[in-house]
């Protein structure tokens, strides 16, 4: 079983930018698909990206397309979201998930079994 622990969140002015990471221990992260998802206040939980380890493959919502990034340091079981030009609509609690079933193919649904704590976004001037 993985834990997961994100941290890197905080305040930020429209524009800016913001690393999230989510380590992770018990298991290494080279066997999951990984997610990264987001919660604004009053809003369903959104998939944001997603990291498909079996090939590294890569995939986002069109929301944050060619502004974030999600990568993984298999040596540090670590996975990153880097965002960039970020919007206050980009403003919620972002989670990461893991799934040992999603390792060939990950998604952006909520079919992940394990969750980390949330960390919190904001984008405002």
């Known amino acids: 079983q993985v834990r997961l622990v994100e941290s890197g969140g905080g305040s930020v002015q429209p524009g800016g930018s913001l690393r999230l990471s989510c380590a992770a221990s018990?298991?290494?992260?080279?066997?999951?698909?990984i997610g990264w998802f987001r919660q604004a206040p009053g809003k369903g939980r959104e998939g944001v990206a997603c990291l498909t380890s079996s090939d590294d493959s890569t995939y986002y919502a069109d929301s944050v397309k060619g502004r974030f990034t999600i990568s993984k340091d298999s040596a540090k079981n670590t996975v990153y979201l880097q965002m960039n030009s970020l919007k206050p609509e980009d403003s919620g609690v972002y989670y990461c998930a893991a799934d040992p079933l999603l390792y060939r193919l990950c998604v952006l649904d909520e079919e992940y079994d394990f969750w980390g704590q949330g960390t919190q976004v904001t984008v405002s001037s």
């Open positions: 018990g298991r290494s992260l080279d066997y999951y698909g």
